[in-house]
Nanobody, 126 residues
Framework: QVQLVESGGGLVQAGGSLSVSCAASGRTFSTVVMAWFRQAPGKEREFVAG????????SYADSVKGRFTISRDNAKNTVYLQMNSLKPEDTAVYYC???????????????????WGQGTQVTVSL
């Protein structure tokens, strides 16, 4: 059984930076794609960023490209999301997700992912 636990969310002013982390249990972490999604109130869950098994391939939503960076440390079973130049529209609950069927291809559809964390709130104020 895989468990994903996010941490690091909080409140930040627009233009600021925040980093969130996701610690995973289980032996599959180092061999599968990991991703971050987010969901704002009244909106659908959307893809933010994803990374392949060894960190060599990343994918980003257009809305965060150039501002967010996803990375992973397989020795620590942890995936990170560094968020810079934050905007109020980045306010959402951020979820990490694991796609146990893929090592290389980063899917952007949430129903492609098998395990989810409980989410961490990120709030960006004006």
């Amino acid at each position: 059984q895989v468990q994903l636990v996010e941490s690091g969310g909080g409140l930040v002013q627009a233009g600021g930076s925040l980093s969130v982390s996701c610690a995973a249990s289980g032996r599959t972490f180092s061999t599968v794609v990991m991703a971050w999604f987010r969901q704002a109130p009244g909106k659908e869950r959307e893809f933010v960023a994803g990374v392949n098994w060894n960190g060599g391939r990343t994918s980003y939503a257009d809305s965060v490209k150039g501002r967010f960076t996803i990375s992973r440390d397989n020795a620590k079973n942890t995936v990170y999301l560094q968020m810079n130049s934050l905007k109020p529209e980045d306010t959402a609950v951020y979820y990490c997700a694991q796609d146990i069927h893929n090592a290389v291809v980063v899917n952007t559809e949430f129903d492609e992912y098998d395990y989810w964390g409980q989410g961490t709130q990120v709030t960006v104020s004006l």
